[in-house]
């Protein structure tokens, strides 16, 4: 079973500064993708960045980037430049894309970020 | 706005009441889901709905039943629930269905904060 864990449950950083959250997963599979959401205090779960395993290269979105470590199975999620609208819960999250469980998606348990003006 | 609204956005009822939750998507998506977000627990899958037919039940209580009368509505029928089935429960749904739903974005509803007395 797939599983992923985030092991900070909550992480601080200044505005301006740039903070980097963890996640590893556990898979049997060789290609995929992973997923970072994030949870603002409004509660509506918005994609933040999302990376193909098969892909090298590590996926950027604007201030938000991956480091994505396949052999260590690492799905690191960096905010350069945070900025006050950045405070929320992020989750890392795997989908199952085989056998029946189309979309279904395993998340971790979550990291709150304070972001301090 | 991620096009996925709920409704109602706060329920309240007691253990012997029956209630439905609905969510309804804009986006033409294929796949519906439900989540259950309870405090300090990580996001669970509830169901999957893949082209209006159910292909993931995580061995959900019977209290708890699902409905997809079409491809962009799908509620969830609440009876006879615990007080501990109270969470935040979410509606989601990505673009393609079927095996190439676990490669897609989800799209979050905002989510129904329900409390059972």
């Known amino acids: 079973a797939q599983t992923v864990t985030q092991s900070q449950p909550e992480m601080s950083v200044q505005e301006a500064e740039t903070v980097t959250l963890s996640c590893t997963y556990d898979?049997?599979?060789?290609?995929?993708?992973l997923f970072w959401y994030k949870q603002p205090p409004s509660r509506q779960m918005i994609l933040v960045i999302r990376?193909?395993?098969?892909?090298?290269q590590n996926a950027t979105e604007n201030r938000f980037s991956v480091n994505f470590q396949k052999a260590a199975k690492s799905f690191s999620l960096k905010i350069s430049d945070s900025q006050l609208g950045d405070a929320a819960m992020y989750f890392c999250?795997?989908?199952?894309?085989?056998?029946?469980?189309?979309?279904?998606?395993?998340f971790g348990q979550g990291t709150i970020l304070t972001v301090h003006p | 706005e991620t096009g996925v609204t709920q409704t109602p956005r706060h329920l309240v009822m007691g253990m012997t009441n029956k209630k439905s939750l609905k969510c309804e998507q804009h986006?033409?998506?294929?796949?519906m889901y439900w989540y259950k977000q309870s405090a300090k627990k990580p996001l669970e899958l509830m169901f999957v709905?893949?082209?209006?037919?159910?292909?993931e039940n995580n061995s959900v209580p019977s209290r708890f039943s699902p409905e997809c009368p079409n491809s962009s509505h799908l509620f969830l029928h609440l009876h006879t629930l615990q007080p501990e089935d109270s969470a935040l429960y979410l509606c989601?749904?990505?673009?393609?269905?079927?095996?190439?739903?676990?490669?897609?974005?989800?799209?979050f509803g905002p989510g129904t904060r329900l409390t059972v007395l």
């Open positions: 989601a749904s990505s673009p393609r269905g079927g095996t190439s739903a676990g490669t897609d974005t989800q799209y």
């Open positions: 898979t049997s599979e060789s290609d995929y993708y």
């Open positions: 990376q193909e395993a098969y892909k090298q």
């Open positions: 999250a795997y989908p199952n894309a085989g056998g029946t469980s189309y979309g279904k998606l395993t």
């Open positions: 986006l033409g998506h294929n796949a």
């Open positions: 709905y893949n082209f209006k037919e159910q292909t």
